[in-house]
C-alpha cells in the first residue's frame, strides 16, 4: 500500500522551531519528487517546498525562503522540513505529498500534520 | 510567478446537472494542469493529470480539457459524494501553484 505519514506538528511560539517528518512507504521514494504543501484554516492550498528525487534540487516559497529547509533521507524513506523563526501565519496543515517525476503531479499525499503558531 | 485563476469560487448544483469549473492560467503551462478534490479534513485526492487524463478509479463522470492558459474541470452528472472543493494545479514552474479552489454545493 502506498503510503506517507506526517509528524513533527503541534503548538509552538512565535519564534520558536519545529522539524516535520514524512515517512513513506509502498513505493519507491528515492525516485520521487517530494513536497510540502499547506493549507491555513479556512484557506487554499500553498506549495511551501519542494525536493527532487534525481539531483536533490530544492525550491521554497518566498514566505518561507531562508526560514524552512526541506531535505530527504532516502535510506529511511524519509522527508522533513525544518522550519525556525516561525510566525504565526505558519499556522496551517501540512502535507506532504510526491510525484513520480517531471511530468507527473502529485499523486501520493499523507494525511497531513497541524502546526499552530501561537503565544 | 504563475498565478491560478480559479471559476467561480462557490458552485451550487442539483443532482443530475452538469458542473463546468474554469481554472486559467497567467502564462502558457501548456497541458501540466492537475485536478484535485478535496473533502473536508482529508488530503486532496488528484482527480485529473496533463489537463484531460483522467486518474485509475476516479469516476467517469470527471473529464478536464485545455491547454495553453485555459482548462476547464467538467462534472457530466453531479453526486452527493462530489462535494467538496476542487483545485486546479500547475506543474509546469518551478514552484507549482494552485488556484483558490471552487466549492461545490448541493442546491
Same mark, same amino acid.
Given at each position: 500500500e502506498v503510503r506517507l505519514l506526517e509528524s513533527g506538528g503541534g503548538l509552538e511560539q512565535p519564534g520558536g522551531s519545529l522539524r516535520l517528518s514524512c515517512e513513506a512507504s509502498g513505493f519507491t521514494f528515492s525516485t520521487y519528487d517530494m513536497t510540502w504543501v499547506r493549507q491555513a484554516p479556512g484557506k487554499g492550498l500553498e506549495e511551501v517546498s519542494v525536493?527532487?528525487? %534525481? $539531483?536533490?534540487?530544492?525550491?521554497?516559497?518566498?514566505?518561507?525562503?531562508?526560514r524552512f529547509t526541506i531535505s530527504r533521507d532516502d535510506s529511511k524513506n524519509t522527508l522533513?522540513?525544518?522550519?525556525?523563526s516561525l510566525r504565526v501565519? $505558519?499556522?496551517?496543515?501540512?502535507?506532504c505529498?510526491? %510525484? %513520480?517525476?517531471?511530468?507527473?503531479?502529485? $499523486?501520493?499525499?499523507?494525511?497531513?500534520?497541524?502546526?499552530t503558531v501561537s503565544s | 510567478?504563475?498565478?491560478m485563476t480559479q471559476s467561480p469560487s462557490t458552485l451550487s448544483a442539483s443532482i443530475g446537472e452538469r458542473v463546468t469549473i474554469t481554472c486559467r492560467a497567467s502564462q502558457s503551462i501548456s497541458s501540466w494542469l492537475a485536478w484535485y478534490q478535496q473533502k473536508p479534513g482529508k488530503a486532496p485526492k488528484l482527480l485529473i493529470q496533463r489537463?484531460?487524463?483522467?486518474?485509475?478509479?476516479v469516476s467517469s463522470r470527471f473529464s478536464g480539457s485545455g491547454s495553453g492558459t485555459e482548462f476547464t474541470l467538467t462534472i457530466s452528472s453531479l453526486q452527493p459524494d462530489d462535494i467538496g472543493?476542487?483545485?486546479?494545479?500547475?506543474?509546469?514552474?518551478?514552484?507549482?501553484?494552485?488556484?483558490?479552489g471552487t466549492k461545490v454545493e448541493i442546491k
Open positions: 525536493i527532487s528525487g %534525481r $539531483d536533490g534540487w530544492v525550491n521554497y516559497a518566498d514566505s518561507v525562503k531562508g522533513y522540513l525544518q522550519m525556525i501565519e $505558519d499556522t496551517a496543515v501540512y502535507y505529498a510526491g %510525484r %513520480r517525476g517531471h511530468g507527473y503531479a502529485m $499523486d501520493v499525499w499523507g494525511q497531513g500534520t497541524a502546526v | 510567478d504563475i498565478q489537463a484531460s487524463n483522467l486518474e485509475s478509479g472543493t476542487y483545485y486546479c494545479h500547475e506543474y509546469d514552474s518551478n514552484l507549482w501553484t494552485f488556484g483558490q
